[in-house]
């Protein structure tokens, strides 16, 4: 049973705009989420997380919103570069399983 | 970075032959994962372990089989590899419910 959903298997953005990925959840125990980022050839590495008790949480470039009521979590990237070019990944941080994973394609 | 070492990095085998990846840690952490990475379907969760001798299942099992007799070495076993089994498989381990570090990945490829 899939805990966590990423819809959309791909984006694509214009260097120095705003990336927008989504998440969205079933189970409403999670302590937190996390975010994990994953460039081809190399394993995943964490990138940012949000505790269950926020609705936000903000590391430069890089903020996560949580929306508890629609069990829904966003990762907002402003502004975009090229090197941001990777597959994200979301993931409770008590259950292990992770999303489909988004690909995020920055184009120059 | 967390010290993990994945080996082989890449492996081709048969159908039918056994194969065993293995992951070495050097954080004494205390949970180790296998995952493998296939397209569409994002990491999932194979096998995990919550300490030596503890393991688990992890939602597509079948197939595999893992030991952990050290706190450091975690083995992925397929005892009959089938073309199915072609992926990229990645270890990670955590010193509790927090977040994962990850190892560079096995290329695993089933003829």
């Known amino acids: 049973d899939q805990q966590v959903k990423q819809n959309s298997p791909s984006l694509s953005v214009q260097e120095g705009r705003i990336s927008i990925l989504n998440c969205d959840y079933t189970?409403?125990?999670?302590?937190?989420f996390l975010w994990y980022k994953k460039y081809p050839a190399e394993g995943p590495t964490f990138l940012i997380s949000?505790?269950?008790?926020?609705d936000k949480n903000e590391d430069g470039r890089f903020t996560v919103f949580l929306n508890k009521s629609a069990k829904h979590l966003s990762l907002h990237i402003v502004p975009s570069q090229p090197g941001d070019s990777a597959v994200y990944f979301c993931?409770?941080?008590?259950?292990?399983?992770f999303g489909a994973g988004t690909r995020l394609t920055v184009k120059p | 970075d967390a010290g993990i070492t994945q080996s082989p990095r890449h492996k081709v085998t048969e159908t039918g032959t056994p194969v065993t990846l293995r992951c070495h840690q050097t954080?004494?952490?205390?949970?180790m994962y296998w995952y493998r990475q296939d397209p569409g379907h994002g990491l999932r969760l194979i096998h995990y372990s919550y300490g030596v001798k503890d393991t688990d299942k992890g939602e597509v099992s079948d197939g595999y089989s893992v030991s952990r007799s050290k706190t450091e070495d975690f083995l992925l076993t397929l005892e009959s590899a089938t073309s199915s089994q072609t992926s990229v498989y990645f270890c990670?381990?955590?010193?509790?419910?927090?977040?994962?570090?990850f190892g560079s990945g096995t290329q695993l490829s089933v003829l």
């Open positions: 954080e004494n952490h205390r949970y």
């Open positions: 993931a409770p941080n008590n259950d292990m399983r």
């Open positions: 189970n409403s125990m999670f302590d937190y």
């Open positions: 949000i505790s269950s008790i926020k």
């Open positions: 990670a381990i955590s010193p509790g419910t927090e977040k994962l570090f």
